[in-house]
């Protein structure tokens, strides 16, 4: 697989998990509940509908495109497994009279251990459902990454 391939993929996932933190960070500040499992299910649920529908998708595709998800879904809780709450961890941090660099390397190291476990399952699937699609589809997801990719 190519290297820009690789590296979207990789980004992709660490975005999506960041952004679902964020998510669910905000939310609780503002009174929204946490995504339970069935939440969770609901919404891939419809990630997985939308894409298809967009691209077309046949049976096969579409189970690979599962996996991709619940290997993104795994991710996701090993990066944040262990952890409490996400602001708590931040806020610990300048509890103190100085930054506390060597709590800050330990949480560092946990989540990049987390993306180092995971990572390669995540790029597994995301080969192999990119790798299934039909060349047309293929050109499809390379527009919407264009189009969406801003570099700014």
Same mark, same amino acid.
């Given at each position: @697989? ?12 660490? !975005? ?21 499992e069935?939440?969770i299910?609901? @919404?891939?649920?419809?990630m ?15 189970a ?52 180092? !476990? ?6 597994? !699937? ?24 801003r570099?700014?």
């Amino acid at each position: @697989m190519k290297t820009w391939i690789k590296r979207s993929l990789i980004g992709l996932a660490i !975005a999506t998990t960041l952004v679902g933190g964020l998510a669910v960070a905000h939310g609780q500040r503002h009174g929204w509940h946490r995504f339970n499992e069935a939440d969770i299910a609901q @919404m891939k649920e419809r990630m997985v509908d939308r894409i298809g529908s967009k691209l077309a998708l046949d049976a096969t595709q579409k189970a690979k495109l599962n996996l991709l998800a619940d290997q993104l879904q795994a991710q996701r809780q090993a990066l944040r497994a262990g952890s409490g709450e996400p602001r708590a961890e931040l806020q610990s941090l300048i509890a103190g009279p100085a930054f506390d660099r060597s709590k800050a390397s330990t949480l560092l190291n946990a989540k990049l251990g987390a993306v180092q !476990a995971q990572g390669p399952g995540v790029i597994s !699937a995301a080969a192999d459902f990119y790798d299934s699609l039909k060349p047309e589809q293929q050109t499809q997801v390379r527009e919407f990454m264009s189009r969406h990719h801003r570099g700014d």
